[in-house]
Structure formats: C-alpha cells, structure tokens
C-alpha cells in the first residue's frame, strides 16, 4: 500500500505533522493541506494535546513548498484546481499563525515557499545549520504567497524585499535576523528535543537545545541592501545595484535579470502593499488574488517548464524586459475576484508564546 503523504500521530503531550512525501522533498499537494487542516481542528480543542510538532520525512528538508508540477499541468488547462489548493492552504496558514497552543516547526533542510507557509507562521520555529528557506517564486514567473510577502514585509530595512525580489535562500543566522525563526538547534539534537516533548512544556525543552547559531551574511550586507531597494520601481533598484560598489549588489542585479520581470514588479508592489495592509488575513486575501491572476499568465507556465519540467534554465518571458511590463499589467493582478475572493474574518493578533 502507498504510505500516507501525511502522518499524524499523538505522543504523550505531543500531536505529531510528518510531511511524508521525502523523494518529493514532501512537496505539498491539497490533500496535504486538508490533512493538516484537519489534525490542527481536532487538536485545538482537544485537552490531551498541549503541543503540534511539525517535521518533514528525509534527510533533505521539511519542504519544498507546493506540487509546482501539478500546479504546471493545472496551469496550463484552466487552473481551477490550483486555485482551489490555495484558497484552503492559505487558510490553513492563517490557521497556524492564530493556533491556541504551541506550533512548533521543525525547518531542519530545505523550506522553501509553501514550506514556509507552514512553518514560519508559526509559534515556535526551530532552525538548523542545514535550513535553507527561500521564497523562490519569482524564478518561475510567480509571487511569494503563503504568507510570504506578510513575513519578509517585517523584515528589518529591506532585507525582505532583497530576498523576495531575489529569491536567495538563507541559513539560519540570516533566518533569525529576518524573523522567519526563532531558535537555532544543532540538527543532531533534533531527535531528542522531538522526543522530549511529548512529555515537558515547549519552554523547559527549548531551555536545553538552544544554542548560538553560525554566523551569516546578510547583518553585514544591509549598507548596499537599504540603500538600494527603496527605489520605486524595480528597474530604479537594478540600476542602484548595479552603480554601487559592492560585488554583492552587482550580482543581485544579474540575479534580478535572469527573473520574470512581471514576476518582480508585481511582486515589488505586493511586499509593499502587504506593509500597509494590516493583519497577516488582508495580505493572503491580496496574494489569492495575486496567485489566481498568475494562473493565467505565460511566464507562470514558462517558468515552471524551463526549471522543473525540462530543467533548461532557459525561460522565454514575456514580456522579456522590465521596460515593457507596462502599469496595467501589474494592475491586473490585484483586481477583486468577486464572488471568489478569499475572505479570512477579521484577523486580530497573532499569539505570542500561547503557553
């Protein structure tokens, strides 16, 4: 029989999310979703259940974010299913950052778009020297969604807008610096500290696994980082990038020019919005719209094919420059959906160390 692509199971104090799908690097389908969906329900209002630990199946990481093959094949014959996973995934992330008790999150490997969906909203997030999470959409001709543009808009300065313009994965160090985690855990400790709390509080266990994490890079980089990404306009940014002096910064500027440049300007305009627009419930009402409207567009097809399906690296955007993506094709991409808006109540503020 085929395994289970989610396991969920109860230990002790303990109510256990395994993302079981490793040679897919437990990549999220909507039954997924449903299931965790569906465990967080019970649990809420379940007394025996006092902590959610969430963990991905393998060595190589708790997860690559959505079935982009599936949402490819989706793309490309109506998109209806695809925005039938994001309603519900979405509201499952709103779920996670609102939970009533401990959410600790396991970001040991690679976390990477929907992964962090699931991970990063919520309460306690452990990170590892082998994290490398990443909201790598504008690659494939999309959006950071899930939340994403609601977590790197709090990024100090414009840390965030560097790395959702960009795509660049960070290690631990820079995940804590950005506020995507909270708690450095050498991944060898992992086991116990799992094992653990299934029979203490989330605090105590923490209390005897926490350590300093290994130095990264970004701190050291936010000179070039704010004084170039303010700009308007992406084109303004590249540019900046591309007169400083820093090596770095030049090479964001290449890494921004190999990316959708729809992709990047309507991904500018969404990071800057969700700073304005309040509770983390208003951001993903805007990134469904987002995410639905690049169910119609080219580059979201394009993208995926050249860097998952045919692996050329080779992406024929269209438009192909930043020059030509005119205003009214970002406009587009948050116009209201009507009947099919994504509506998420009214939001209030997340828990804070809910134990």
């Given at each position: 029989m085929t395994e289970e692509p989610?396991?969920?199971?109860?230990?002790?104090?303990?109510?256990?999310?395994?993302?079981?799908?490793?040679r897919a690097l437990?990549?999220?389908?909507?039954?997924?979703?449903?299931?965790?969906?569906?465990?967080?329900?019970?649990?809420?209002a379940d007394p025996a259940v006092e902590t959610v630990v969430l963990t991905g199946a393998g060595?190589?990481?708790?997860?690559?974010?959505?079935?982009?093959?599936?949402?490819h094949e989706d793309a490309r014959t109506g998109g209806g299913a695809s925005a039938d996973f994001w309603?519900?995934?979405?509201?499952?992330?709103?779920?996670?950052?609102r939970y009533p008790k401990p959410y600790v999150a396991v970001m040991d490997g690679i976390v990477m778009g929907g992964g962090v969906g699931v991970s990063a909203h919520g309460s306690v997030r452990v990170v590892t020297e082998r994290s490398r999470i990443?909201?790598?959409?504008?690659?494939?001709?999309?959006?950071?969604?899930?939340?994403?543009?609601y977590l790197l808009g709090l990024a100090p300065g414009e840390l965030g807008t560097h790395l959702a313009l960009t795509g660049e994965p960070v290690g631990a160090r820079d995940a804590l610096t950005c506020g995507l985690a909270d708690h450095f855990v050498p991944a060898a400790d992992l086991p116990r500290l799992v094992?653990?709390?299934?029979?203490?509080?989330?605090?105590?266990?923490?209390?005897?696994?926490?350590?300093?994490?290994?130095?990264g890079s970004l701190a050291g980089q936010r000179e070039w980082i704010d004084a170039c990404y303010p700009a308007a306009t992406v084109e303004e940014i590249v540019d900046r990038l591309q007169a400083h002096g820093s090596p770095a910064a030049k090479e964001a500027a290449e890494t921004l020019l190999g990316k959708s440049p729809t992709a990047l300007k309507v991904t500018l305009r969404a990071l800057r919005e969700a700073r304005r627009l309040g509770p983390l419930e208003r951001v993903l009402e805007q990134e469904y719209?987002?995410?639905?409207?690049?169910?119609?567009?080219?580059?979201?097809?394009?993208?995926?094919?050249?860097?998952?399906?045919?692996?050329?690296?080779?992406?024929r955007w269209s438009p192909a420059a930043l020059a030509d993506v005119t205003g009214a094709d970002v406009d587009r991409y948050f116009l209201p959906l009507g009947a099919r808006d994504l509506a998420l109540g009214a939001g209030g503020p997340a828990q804070e160390e809910p134990w």
């Open positions: 989610v396991l969920i199971r109860t230990e002790g104090r303990a109510g256990h999310i395994t993302l079981n799908r490793p437990n990549a999220l389908t909507h039954a997924m979703v449903r299931a965790v969906d569906e465990a967080l329900t019970a649990w809420a060595e190589r990481g708790l997860c690559a974010g959505g079935d982009i093959r599936q949402i309603r519900d995934e979405y509201r499952l992330n709103a779920r996670i950052a990443a909201m790598p959409e504008t690659g494939i001709g999309f959006v950071p969604d899930v939340g994403g543009t094992a653990d709390l299934a029979a203490e509080p989330v605090r105590d266990v923490l209390a005897r696994y926490v350590t300093e994490a290994p130095a719209r987002v995410s639905c409207a690049a169910l119609g567009s080219a580059d979201l097809v394009e993208g995926i094919r050249a860097q998952v399906i045919d692996k050329d690296r080779a992406p």
